[in-house]
């Protein structure tokens, strides 16, 4: 008995130094695309090592695309404006916890908070506006108007009307505009096809943020590409799912407030997200974090780290005003020589304090990040069927290189479309 326990602590011991060695063994010649990226290479590769052995080998194959592709999604912020909005959900925007006016599913979210602009052959322009859902035996699940013309109805059963988004408009997404169908608009709304010129519908509820439904969505695209056994699509997707994952443990993700514009504490997101791991993860960060789990309900589970996250703003921000209005003024910002650069940024015993004052909670939230990328994956995997893996070890991948390239030539060029992340 003694012989097999000593036989599995050596083991146990030779597995960490393992991932310690591959877990440091990542190049440090940094470029401008790849300074303040740190936290998500982090977690992505980290996550890799909650795998269970039928999975472990593919992905440590991969270790170091999962690793580097970790920050893809921000980079693609710089190439389109339907990017930013993926990466988080201002959910107090829409009330308190809860947050009961929030529908969990998305296309219902977007019927909630969207608008049908009938524009007529006379350039006039009525509208309809989503009032309310009621759901119950009661109801029946119908949704409630407010309208600018007595001819446009009060009220339509959410089936009918939810069906006509999924055909009509979810195709549309994104695209600048979304033009409904004059003949089924009017037919479903009860008014004359032959009266209309155009007929649009507003979004009035992404800008906000779509970042639990994106999951959900992405979640979905990584078992299809299980189920095909598509390995770059399997890599692509397993690398940008794990940045998403790793934005929804952010709670300045969740909030309008997101950089603290609103209450004098410009900056906190780039302190909260970026300085403190670069400062104190490599020391202190434990990143052993057990085995992924399955997910049996993803939407539940995406809306729980949402919430989870969001149930820390209060802190993250109480703690930071507190200390910027005790601690000497002078000693609060350094300046740093970063990749030829000076730049100014919060200094480190300054960091170190806001750290300490927090308790733990960003490697907490790094930690839960971590184990919550490699559920996902696992998650995935499961859901397709537990595809043999080490047959894809010997399909032949090569990367996108000209997509790759446009990606990091609109990086540099340095002009983010949408929200501005925060750390910029």
Known sequence: MMN????????????????????????TDHTKDEWGFFGHRRINRMAVFTLPQEMM????????????????????????????????????HWGTFPFPEVPREFTEALIRYGEIQLISNEEDTIQMTA??????????DTVLFSVSHPDLPLFLPMKE???????????????????????????????????????????????YGIVPYHLVKTQRKLQKAFEHKDVKSILRISAEIGHYVG??????????NYNGA????????????????????????????????????KRDYFWKVVFDSHALLDSVMAIEKHLSLTYPSDQQYCFEERLERTV?????????????????????RMRDAIHSIGSVWFTAWVDAGQPDLTKMLEAEFTQDTKTQKELNDA??????????????
């Not at 695309?65 to 990466?87: F, G, L, N, Q, S």
């Not at 009032?131 to 029946?140: F, M």
């Not at 934005?247 to 309008?256: C, I, K, S």
């Not at 990086?411 to 910029?424: F, S, T």
Request: proline share 4%; net charge negative.
């Open 4 to 27: 097999m326990l000593s036989a599995r602590k050596i083991l146990l011991v030779l597995g960490a130094c393992l991932m310690v060695l591959l877990l440091f063994n990542s190049s």
């Open 57 to 92: 080998p593919f992905y440590r194959h991969y270790l170091e695309y999962i690793t580097d592709h970790a920050v893809d999604p921000d980079k693609r912020r710089y190439a389109t404006k339907h990017e930013a909005v993926r990466h988080y959900i201002d959910i107090d």
């Open 131 to 140: 009032n309310s859902i009621l759901k119950g035996e009661n109801y029946q």
């Open 161 to 207: 009307y939810k069906e006509f988004w999924r055909s009509f408009i979810m195709p549309q997404y994104y695209e600048d505009e979304w033009i409904a169908p004059i003949d089924m608009t009017s037919k479903m709304l009860g008014l004359d096809a032959n009266k209309w010129k155009k007929i649009l519908v507003i979004d009035h509820f992404s800008e």
């Open 247 to 256: 934005d929804a443990h952010v709670p300045l993700h969740t909030t309008e």
């Open 262 to 297: 609103m209450t004098n504490q410009v900056g906190i997101h780039a302190f909260w997200e970026s300085r403190l791991p670069e400062l104190f993860a490599d020391e202190t960060y434990d990143y052993f974090v057990g085995r992924a789990d399955y997910i049996p309900k």
């Open 344 to 364: 100014r940024t919060q200094c480190e015993a300054y960091a170190t304090t806001y750290h300490e004052a927090m308790d733990g909670m960003v490697e907490t």
């Open 411 to 424: 990086y540099q060029k340095g002009e983010a479309k949408g929200r501005a992340h925060g750390n910029e």
